[in-house]
């Protein structure tokens, strides 16, 4: 089982940034690829970011190309998603995910563990 704790969402206003962390319990994050996906109520979850275990290989979502970058840093077991020229239709639920296998996926349910997700709100 792997713990995942999302942190460093708020209000922020358009055009601004936020950094999301994402701290994993396990000892073996290094072994995980992780990613990140974001929900809107009503909606599905919608995939973000993935990066590969040793961050070597990123891919993102066309929505957020350009502006989003994710990263991680192994000695701290944490993932990061640097959020730049934000949009009010980036308004959401921000979660973190481990995928155990590299999927390489873009598909919520092939990760394995969840954070329990962290409210990103753009808005003037």
């Known amino acids: 089982q792997v713990l995942l704790v999302e942190s460093g969402g708020g209000l922020v206003q358009p055009g601004g940034s936020l950094r999301l962390s994402c701290a994993a319990s396990?000892?073996?994050?290094?072994?995980?690829?992780m990613g990140w996906f974001r929900q809107v109520p009503g909606q599905e979850r919608e995939f973000v970011a993935f990066i590969s275990w040793i961050g070597s290989s990123t891919f993102y979502a066309d929505s957020i190309k350009g502006r989003f970058t994710i990263s991680r840093d192994n000695a701290k077991n944490t993932v990061y998603l640097q959020m730049n020229s934000l949009k009010p239709e980036d308004t959401a639920v921000y979660f973190c995910?481990?995928?155990?296998?590299?999927?390489?996926?873009?598909?919520?349910?092939?990760?394995?563990?969840w954070g329990q997700g962290t409210q990103v709100t753009v808005s003037s």
């Open positions: 396990t000892r073996a994050f290094s072994t995980y690829a």
């Open positions: 995910a481990a995928d155990q296998f590299e999927l390489r996926s873009q598909t919520a349910h092939e990760y394995d563990f």
